[in-house]
T-cell receptor, first 113, second 113 residues
Framework: NAGVTQTPKFRVLKTGQSMTLLCAQD?????MYWYRQDPGMGLRLIHY???????AKGEVPDGYNVSRLKKQNFLLGLESAAPSQTSVYFC????????????FGDGTRLSIL | AQSVTQPDIHITVSEGASLELRCNYS??????LFWYVQSPGQGLQLLLK??????LVQGIKGFEAEFKRSQSSFNLRKPSVHWSDAAEYFC???????????FGAGTTVTVRA
């Protein structure tokens, strides 16, 4: 019953450091998504993937990279962290159909100093 | 492009009173509509969804929503609010030809005793 698992749950970085956020799903979902959530702005899509080996840009992709080497995992990378990337990051996954709901992880709270 | 507006940033309601959260969407064709709830420190949980058919949709936790095409609205309602309903609520719109969801900025619900 794990669903969507995000690692880590919390992290503090210094400006310029790099890190990778991991999202793992055990539901055999084709689609996976990375969002950031900021106060008063709802969720904004960073990148998404419609299958293993494929990724695409969302609404706010700058400063982030992603990879989907395995179907169950979707990695979000920050190569050089900036204070503007302080946010809560959510991963979601979805079955292969546009009318299916997305299943969300519990989020990663990231602070960039 | 699709978009969602949640006009109310914050609503306070007494326990046992009724609740209505507003959601207006912008989309050229028939939308897929969702309501999610987020408790503090948690990810988003699906309350209900609308794809087609009956415009009154029942969801979990006693919530319902009504799709009104003429008003481009998908308002969420609950007849009697419980203290555990205090959370942030997000409306989202998707489409039949797109993998992506657009989220509203959210409405925070406070329940007073």
């Amino acid at each position: 019953n794990a669903g969507v698992t995000q690692t880590p749950k919390f992290r503090v970085l210094k400006t310029g450091q790099s890190m990778t956020l991991l999202c793992a799903q055990d539901m055999n979902h084709e689609y996976m998504y990375w969002y950031r959530q900021d106060p008063g702005m709802g969720l904004r899509l960073i990148h998404y993937s419609v299958g293993e080996g494929t990724t695409a840009k969302g609404e706010v992709p700058d400063g982030y990279n992603v990879s989907r080497l395995k179907k169950q995992n979707f990695l979000l990378g920050l190569e050089s962290a900036a204070p503007s990337q302080t946010s809560v990051y959510f991963c979601a996954s979805e079955r292969q159909a546009s009318n299916q709901p997305q299943h969300f992880g519990d989020g990663t709270r990231l602070s960039i100093l | 492009a699709q978009s969602v507006t949640q006009p109310d940033i914050h609503i306070t309601v007494s326990e046992g009173a009724s609740l209505e959260l507003r959601c207006n969407y912008s989309y050229g064709a028939t939308p897929y509509l969702f309501w999610y709830v987020q408790s503090p420190g948690q990810g988003l949980q699906l309350l209900l969804k609308y794809f087609s058919g009956d415009t009154l949709v029942q969801g979990i936790k006693g919530f319902e929503a009504e799709f009104k095409r003429s008003q481009s609205s998908f308002n969420l309602r609950k007849p009697s609010v419980h203290w555990s309903d205090a959370a942030e609520y997000f409306c989202a719109v998707g489409s039949s030809n797109d993998y992506k969801l657009s989220f509203g900025a959210g409405t925070t619900v406070t329940v007073r005793a």
